[in-house]
């Protein structure tokens, strides 16, 4: 279903031409994220001008938090030398702006800004690039069998946590200023824009795609002890590949290691790299002793700390509804029928 609607005054028409050159404008002073085509792969990355964005696509298959969150980070370098030890901050972190960015991916930065900002202590490094970050959002036309960022409170078109939205019409997109962000970056690169006078085609997502039975916090306090998450874990792999690709997923690693040794001084960098609580010795302790031994603790912990832990203590469910994880299992692992699960629990304890 779509309805036919005027858009806000605020929002302006750029053609795909002129797009493409402010996006150049940006290219040659800012650093550039955007969707391109890596081996037949959608992924954020580096684009040198708008002739390297990938614009035909539905969902880059890793989320956006690898701009502000990445994969391997280092934090500093140490050099000893005897008893002498200097520690050199790595460099800070470029202006950037992320281009292209689905609505969910953006959706999933509010649940590490609640964790890495919003809650002491703050992560320098990821505070850092979050600040000299500038979100441009695309809004999806269509949505995935597996997407289901509605039942989760957003939209494929959702603009909320973006700093300026655009949405693809006839010849050209919408522009939707949404932030004091978005705003001094047009300052900054003025777009050539111009008044809309077509018409808006604004889907009605709900009715294009069904919306789940979101389970309240009470279901997963009451079904702790279930045996139905040793049932369903039969089949998980703990291969880690759902966390890896989640745009809320933030559990990480910090370790030291070697680089060289010149002149009588080692050199060492402490990085920080993804982890995941899918991992088998991921809880495991000094003395060898693990609390989480068998695949069904760890995989129920993963659910709860998405939609009962997280919520608890930071505010918002540590899930967008991108869908990423149900396509990327290789045992068919699915979300969206363990929610159904405990949606329907708390209607029969009801009963």
Same mark, same amino acid.
């Given at each position: 279903m779509?309805?036919?609607?005027?858009?806000?005054?605020?929002?302006?028409?750029?053609s !795909?031409?002129?797009?493409?050159?402010?996006?150049?404008?940006?290219?040659a002073?800012?650093?550039?994220?955007? $969707?391109?085509?890596?081996?037949?792969?959608v992924?954020? !990355?580096?684009?040198?001008s708008?002739?390297?964005?990938?614009?035909?696509?539905?969902?880059?298959?890793?989320?956006?938090?690898?701009?502000?969150?990445? $994969? /391997?980070?280092?934090?500093? /370098?140490?050099?000893?030398?005897?008893?002498?030890?200097?520690?050199?901050?790595s460099?800070p972190?470029?202006e +950037?702006?992320?281009?292209?960015?689905?609505?969910?991916?953006?959706?999933?930065?509010q649940?590490?800004?609640?964790?890495?900002?919003?809650?002491?202590?703050?992560? /320098?490094?990821?505070?850092?690039?979050?600040?000299? =970050?500038?979100l441009?959002?695309?809004?999806?036309?269509?949505?995935?069998?597996?997407?289901?960022?509605?039942?989760? %409170?957003?939209?494929?078109?959702d603009?909320r946590?973006?700093? *300026?939205?655009?949405?693809?019409?006839?010849?050209?997109?919408?522009?939707q #200023?949404?932030?004091?962000?978005g705003?001094?970056l047009?300052? !900054?690169?003025?777009?050539i #824009?111009?008044?809309?006078?077509?018409?808006?085609?604004?889907?009605?997502? =709900?009715?294009i795609?069904?919306v789940?039975?979101?389970?309240?916090?009470?279901?997963? @306090?009451?079904?702790?002890?279930?045996?139905?998450?040793?049932?369903v =874990?039969? *089949?998980?792999?703990?291969? @880690?590949?759902?966390?890896?690709?989640?745009?809320t997923?933030r &559990?990480f690693?910090?370790?030291?290691?070697?680089? /060289?040794?010149q002149?009588?001084?080692?050199?060492?960098?402490? *990085?920080?790299?993804?982890?995941?609580?899918?991992?088998?010795?991921? !809880?495991?302790i000094?003395?060898?002793?693990?609390?989480?031994?068998?695949? %069904?603790?760890?995989l129920?912990?993963?659910?709860? &700390?998405?939609?009962?832990?997280?919520?608890?203590?930071? %505010?918002?469910?540590?899930?967008?509804?991108?869908?990423? &994880? *149900?396509?990327?299992?290789?045992?068919?692992?699915?979300i969206?029928?363990?929610? +159904?699960?405990?949606?329907?629990?708390?209607?029969v304890?009801v009963?």
């Amino acid at each position: 279903m779509s309805l036919k609607s005027n858009p806000p005054a605020s929002v302006r028409f750029i053609s !795909r031409e002129h797009l493409a050159l402010w996006l150049d404008q940006i290219a040659a002073h800012m650093l550039l994220i955007a $969707p391109r085509d890596v081996d037949g792969f959608v992924l954020y !990355r580096k684009a040198n001008s708008a002739a390297d964005i990938f614009w035909d696509y539905s969902r880059p298959v890793m989320p956006i938090k690898d701009a502000l969150f990445p $994969p /391997t980070e280092r934090l500093f /370098t140490i050099e000893k030398h005897g008893q002498d030890v200097r520690i050199i901050q790595s460099e800070p972190p470029p202006e +950037q702006v992320l281009f292209g960015v689905r609505p969910c991916d953006a959706h999933g930065l509010q649940a590490l800004d609640a964790l890495f900002i919003s809650t002491d202590p703050i992560n /320098t490094y990821y505070a850092q690039r979050r600040e000299k =970050s500038v979100l441009i959002g695309l809004a999806c036309k269509e949505m995935l069998q597996s997407c289901f960022c509605t039942s989760m %409170g957003s939209a494929p078109d959702d603009p909320r946590y973006l700093d *300026i939205l655009l949405e693809e019409v006839v010849g050209g997109y919408l522009v939707q #200023t949404v932030s004091e962000k978005g705003a001094a970056l047009q300052e !900054r690169f003025p777009m050539i #824009t111009n008044p809309f006078f077509g018409e808006r085609v604004k889907k009605d997502w =709900s009715k294009i795609h069904a919306v789940l039975d979101y389970p309240p916090l009470d279901a997963w @306090r009451l079904s702790f002890n279930d045996p139905y998450w040793d049932a369903v =874990s039969e *089949i998980c792999l703990s291969c @880690r590949a759902c966390a890896y690709v989640c745009p809320t997923c933030r &559990c990480f690693d910090v370790r030291d290691e070697p680089l /060289t040794y010149q002149a009588g001084t080692q050199t060492y960098e402490r *990085i920080r790299c993804w982890d995941s609580c899918a991992g088998e010795a991921y !809880r495991r302790i000094a003395g060898g002793h693990n609390p989480r031994p068998e695949k %069904g603790q760890r995989l129920k912990n993963r659910f709860y &700390c998405k939609f009962y832990y997280f919520p608890l203590q930071y %505010g918002p469910a540590a899930c967008t509804g991108c869908g990423r &994880c *149900i396509d990327v299992c290789p045992a068919g692992v699915d979300i969206t029928e363990v929610l +159904q699960h405990m949606a329907q629990e708390v209607s029969v304890e009801v009963a």
